[in-house]
């Protein structure tokens, strides 16, 4: 079982109430499994922090008393200081019952604090620990290590262990009851189910768009990614499309190099930088790129046979990350070592047409693993796999078969790749956004009538709703 960190955690849950299932009720399912590993009658002492892990804390008292436990909950800190509602609410339900509620928000509470009872349940810190302790958390995890007496169970994390590296000065428990998926750190650790859906790791949410880069505050043009867009020598409004994603995506410095239509594609916006090339294998692409994080290559290319050569050149010998779209795909057929290390978005006929087989989830993952690259097959649901992991992507719509929406999507993929790294979850965030920008714009239009350019101001639009 691999170990899952903050981040991982956090994406987990964004996506798992995206997909119906609400933090209240993965609270209340992490308090019971807590409560149902404490026995019936016993004195229960639980030190509760601000957050969640505080907040499974409070239910677990609440389970805890209907065991008839003798229960007594330590909030280190004060009621108004309880961080977030779904706390909050488990914390006032206790005030209606008759537990023990004390607030302890200064150090000297704790410093000569004896405990005495059975069980000390530690629900201070989670995966949201931050840093080295703090007081008074620093002092309250001393009192209970104190406790020499007590079983001390330990709620997710033994507070004061950061989760990303399982380092830190924390509660020596005799038990972790952790949710999910196993966090760094934990010995003595039970894994319990909390009723997380397989969708919120299987497909991809708006959690996944934690993973995407933040813009710069005092940044200038150029650091936001720099992203060459080479194609256009059949289709001229393809590489504009994927461009002017590019940009509605934050890459701010798209420049599109095609050969002999300049002037058409920088005609379609004033937002276009647009270089001409005599061939796409020419040293002034390969002198360029060193001012370059990306390149999108294929963008309404079309199958040249002269130009598919020189593409075959350029993708062998660019030494910057790529993404291959359309016709750079159809150029790399007989010699599919071209695809290593680049992030390909066939559609099924594409997929098809260069692995000699139809896609399929199983054959997507393996491709992807044959030739070390990272495969978004588009299609009604997008499937997106690294060679290791799938992830599929639900959002978008029927209205979105038109054409140029793949360029669309090319262009937001390759903005993440040049703002941030060639990455599978960025790929598969990519595909998201293209989605629920195609799904947003159909609420207002229906899904006839959609056309590609409709997606581009809908882009930014995703992130903001949905973070
Ligand atoms: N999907 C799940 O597994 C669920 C887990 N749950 C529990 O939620 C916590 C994570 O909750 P979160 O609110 O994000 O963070 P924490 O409660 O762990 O901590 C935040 C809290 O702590 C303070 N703090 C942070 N760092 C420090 C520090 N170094 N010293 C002192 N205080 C610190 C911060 O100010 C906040 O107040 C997870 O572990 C599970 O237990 C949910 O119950 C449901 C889903
Ligand atoms: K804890």
Same mark, same amino acid.
């Given at each position: 079982m691999n170990e899952i960190d903050s981040l991982e955690m956090a994406v987990i849950d964004r996506n798992a109430e995206y997909w119906g299932v609400e933090p209240w009720e993965l609270m209340e399912e992490a308090g019971r499994k807590v409560a149902s590993e404490i026995e019936s009658n016993r004195s229960v002492t639980l030190f509760c922090g601000k957050g969640n892990n505080g907040g499974d804390g409070f239910?677990?008292?609440? *389970?805890?008393?209907?065991?008839?436990?003798?229960?007594?909950?330590?909030?280190?800190?004060?009621e108004r200081s309880i961080g977030t509602d779904v706390a909050r609410d488990n914390w006032l339900k206790l005030k209606n019952l008759d537990v023990t509620l004390i607030e302890g928000p200064r150090k000297e509470f704790y410093n000569d604090l004896e405990i005495t009872s059975d069980v000390v349940v530690d629900a201070i810190l989670g995966v949201g620990i931050k840093g080295r302790l703090r007081e008074p958390v620093k002092s309250a995890v001393q009192a209970i290590n104190r406790a020499k007496k007590s079983r001390i169970v330990s709620v997710d994390v033994p507070t004061g262990i950061d989760p990303d590296t399982g380092k830190g000065y924390g509660v020596k428990s005799d038990t972790t009851i952790t949710f999910h998926k196993k966090k760094k750190g934990l010995n003595k650790a039970k894994l319990v189910d909390i009723g997380i859906p397989d969708k919120a790791e299987t497909h991809v949410g708006p959690g996944d768009?934690?993973?995407?880069?933040?813009?710069?505050?005092?940044?200038?043009?150029?650091?936001?990614?720099?992203?060459?867009?080479?194609?256009?020598?059949? *289709?001229?409004?393809?590489?504009?499309l994927s461009a002017l994603a590019a940009l509605r995506s934050g890459c701010d410095l798209p420049v599109i190099y095609t050969k002999g239509n300049k002037d058409t594609i920088s005609g379609f916006s004033p937002n276009l930088i647009v270089r001409d090339i005599k061939s796409f294998d020419s040293d002034k692409i390969y002198k360029s790129s060193s001012k370059f994080d990306a390149a999108l290559i294929g963008p309404g290319l079309g199958r040249n046979s002269e130009s598919m050569e020189e593409i075959r050149r350029l993708i062998d010998k660019l030494d910057i990350k790529k993404v291959l779209d359309a016709d750079a795909l159809h150029a790399c057929k007989k010699t599919k070592t071209l695809l290593r290390k680049s992030i390909i978005t066939p559609h099924s006929g594409e997929f098809e047409s260069l692995f000699g087989k139809k896609p399929s989830k199983q054959l997507i993952k393996e491709f992807a693993d044959q030739y070390n690259c990272i495969i978004l097959k588009k299609g009604k649901n997008d499937i997106i796999s690294n060679g290791d992991t799938i992830k599929i992507n639900e959002s978008g719509n029927a209205g979105?078969?038109?054409?140029?929406?793949?360029?669309?999507?090319?262009?937001?993929v390759s903005s993440l790749v040049a703002r941030k790294d060639y990455d599978f979850r960025l790929t598969a965030a990519a595909s998201f956004i293209v989605g629920k920008a195609g799904d947003q714009i159909k609420k207002d239009l229906g899904v006839d009538g959609i056309i590609a350019t409709d997606l581009l101001k809908e882009i930014p639009k995703v992130r903001a709703e949905q973070v």
């Open positions: 239910v677990a008292a609440r *389970y805890l008393f209907e065991k008839e436990c003798d229960v007594k909950v330590v909030l280190v800190g004060k768009l934690f993973f995407l880069p933040k813009r710069k505050e005092n940044s200038h043009k150029g650091e936001n990614g720099r992203l060459m867009v080479i194609g256009g020598e059949e *289709y001229t409004g393809a590489p504009a979105m078969t038109v054409g140029g929406t793949g360029d669309i999507l090319a262009g937001v």
